[in-house]
């Protein structure tokens, strides 16, 4: 913010940013501490047997408990301030901080091994029946690739779609090349990771387009819940590489890019099926058409053309200066 020579920016004017930043620190923070209490290389593969957060907290219960509610008490209280700031604040608030505090939160929870859900070693497991054995994850189950630790429901095949299988193809040489077990488990966080930023972006990018004085809250109401942090990073769901794709398919619907917006839907199904709710109030949408944004260019183009070519103006058209000039010009006619 510029300032005149000779004075101080108001420290009531700054107060907001400090605000954010303080409780963006403090929530990154509590992250990392927790990490650093669940680290993923303490627990795999050595435990043998995929973990949740009570043997890993324990023994016993009470403690485990304790810092849980503790844990989602104080994240929730953070949030909540920061959700409160960009409410009343948000045209006051740095941007840097506002979009750069998801990224460190993201960064904060990278090692720390799933808590409260044990569906990346599944990813994992189904991964590893394609790139490393050569099968089909979604005919083989992992009980027939030798997991190096045990799964519930490893007899089971992968309930995802195909979509999720070829996502996994940058992850692909860290499996076929030397079967790299935690640097793989890493690689899959940072695609939840990915997935998570990716959809945060999305949802910015829609709302200011069709609310934008909402479009900052809706990023934070989003980008900085514990919940969708923790669900997406912490255990390193997939749910959001579902999402991605069709909130990318929205964004292009909401622009009448029909030619992309289904692509992009059928991706999202095929990823998880949960999406094809979407694909029927998107076929009804007003205006559906695989050519409607050529014929919306085609028509601003005409448009633009009438603009610049000169109209002539006929006499049944002329009014005021125009029709008293052409009539004083125009020669009499002989009686």
């Not at 913010?1 to 400090?18: E, F, I, N, T, W």
């Not at 007003?286 to 633009?304: E, I, M, N, Q, T």
Request: charged residues 15%; aromatic residues 12%.
């Amino acid at each position: 913010m510029a300032v005149a020579p000779g004075r101080s920016p108001s420290p009531r004017r700054d107060a907001p940013a400090l605000v954010l930043a303080a409780t963006g620190a403090a929530l990154a923070l509590l992250y990392a501490i927790a990490t650093a209490r669940l680290l993923l290389p303490d627990y795999f593969p050595s435990a043998g047997i995929s973990l949740d957060w009570i043997k890993m907290l324990g023994p016993g219960r009470r403690f485990p408990a304790v810092a849980l509610v503790a844990f989602v008490c104080a994240a929730f209280a953070l949030y909540g301030v920061a959700v409160a700031l960009v409410w009343r604040h948000s045209r006051r608030l740095p941007r840097v901080l506002l979009f750069g505090f998801p990224l460190v939160f993201a960064v904060a929870l990278l090692l720390m091994y799933p808590p409260t859900a044990v569906d990346l070693f599944h990813y994992h497991a189904d991964a590893r029946t394609l790139w490393v054995f050569g099968e089909n994850p979604l005919r083989v189950p992992p009980s027939r690739t030798d997991y190096p630790i045990g799964i519930s429901w490893a007899d089971q095949a992968s309930p995802y779609g195909p979509a999720w299988s070829l996502l996994t193809v940058p992850l692909a040489p860290l499996m076929a090349f030397g079967d790299h077990l935690l640097a793989t488990l890493v690689a899959f966080k940072a695609l939840a990771a990915a997935s998570y930023l990716g959809c945060g972006w999305l949802i910015y990018r829609i709302v200011r387009r069709t609310r934008p004085r909402w479009a900052l809250f809706a990023f934070v109401l989003f980008a900085w819940n514990p919940f969708v942090v923790v669900r997406t990073i912490g255990d390193g769901h997939n749910d959001l590489a579902m999402m991605f794709f069709a909130l990318l398919a929205l964004e292009r619907a909401e622009r009448r890019d029909w030619a992309l917006a289904f692509p992009l839907i059928a991706i999202s199904v095929l990823i998880k099926y949960t999406t094809a709710l979407i694909v029927p109030p998107l076929c009804f949408t007003p205006g559906v058409s695989w050519k409607a944004r050529p014929a919306r260019a085609y028509a601003r183009s005409h448009r633009a053309s009438r603009s610049r070519s000169p109209r002539p103006q006929s006499a049944t058209h002329r009014s005021g200066p125009a029709l008293r000039r052409s009539t004083r010009c125009a020669p009499r006619a002989r009686r």
